[in-house]
């Protein structure tokens, strides 16, 4: 008995230290992506104030500047583009682009991500069903980040349930996807995204006021296309959401 309470101690240790480097991973992203927009993105947006008051200060002159004043524009309209080269700048460097020449087995990636928050999931009261096929073929790329995209998408469907009175089941789902492709989906049963959220989930800028995981969502997005693959969101018709990720064999 005093074997078993130990080995039961020493368990939940390991699921809690599991759980732990799963948020500190999280939040390490989360803190790098945020910290690199504000920095580079802080000088096309200074640019464009400037601009913008010139634009207001020609237009309020009488009679009005409007040559001056379109200019004014104009270079409004640059610093916008030059803020979304750098957001998109910023994400291609948190995803390093390269060529990956590792096979990794989906199947052993999937069972270590649900072991790795089984303390979460079994702390939230979350059933998990996990139907994953037989054989699964492998797929070229970083076994870490693809990892890191099946905690995240797990972590946010137990955030999600935690805020709901309904059923709280978890589904990890892989299986083969047409001729040379293998599809994820995690799917839970929470109150869902609203249709006009699901239209820009995956953009941070968007998601970020409506939804605490907006840049993790966004992170998942990018690290998924960096390997040739891609993400989508829908709601379930019984409820809850499901995000699927495909990718190349």
């Known amino acids: 008995m005093k074997f078993d309470s130990k080995l ?3 368990d939940r240790c390991h699921r809690d230290i599991a759980r732990d ?3 500190a991973n999280r939040a390490d992203a989360l803190t790098y992506l945020t910290e690199s927009i504000s920095q580079e993105i802080r000088q096309p947006l200074a640019a464009t104030v400037i601009c913008a008051s010139a634009a207001s200060r020609w237009l309020a002159a009488n009679p009005p500047n409007l040559t001056e004043a379109a200019k004014a524009l104009e270079r409004i309209v640059c610093n916008a583009f030059a803020a979304d080269e750098v957001v998109n700048r910023v994400r291609a460097s948190v995803v390093r682009h390269r060529r990956w020449c590792e096979q990794i087995s989906l199947a052993k990636t999937i069972h270590e991500a649900v072991a790795a928050l089984g303390g979460e999931l079994e702390d939230s009261r979350i059933a998990v069903t996990m139907a994953v096929e037989r054989p699964l073929p492998p797929v070229t790329g970083d076994r870490s980040q693809l990892l890191q995209v099946i905690l995240n998408l797990m972590i946010h469907a137990i955030e999600t349930m935690r ?5 709280r089941e978890l589904t990890v789902a892989a299986r083969r996807c047409g001729e040379r492709r293998v599809r994820i989906e995690i799917a839970n049963t929470g109150p869902g995204i609203d249709a006009e959220v699901l239209q820009g989930i995956f953009d941070p800028m968007r998601a970020r006021s409506v ?3 907006g840049f993790e969502l966004s992170l998942c997005c990018s690290i998924v296309e960096a390997h040739g693959g891609t993400l989508t969101a829908e709601r379930r018709p019984t409820g809850g959401m499901t995000f699927a990720v495909e990718l190349g064999t």
């Open 163 to 167: 805020a709901s009175d309904g059923p």
């Open 211 to 213: 939804l605490d995981a």
């Open 21 to 23: 480097l799963a948020r």
């Open 8 to 10: 039961r101690r020493s």
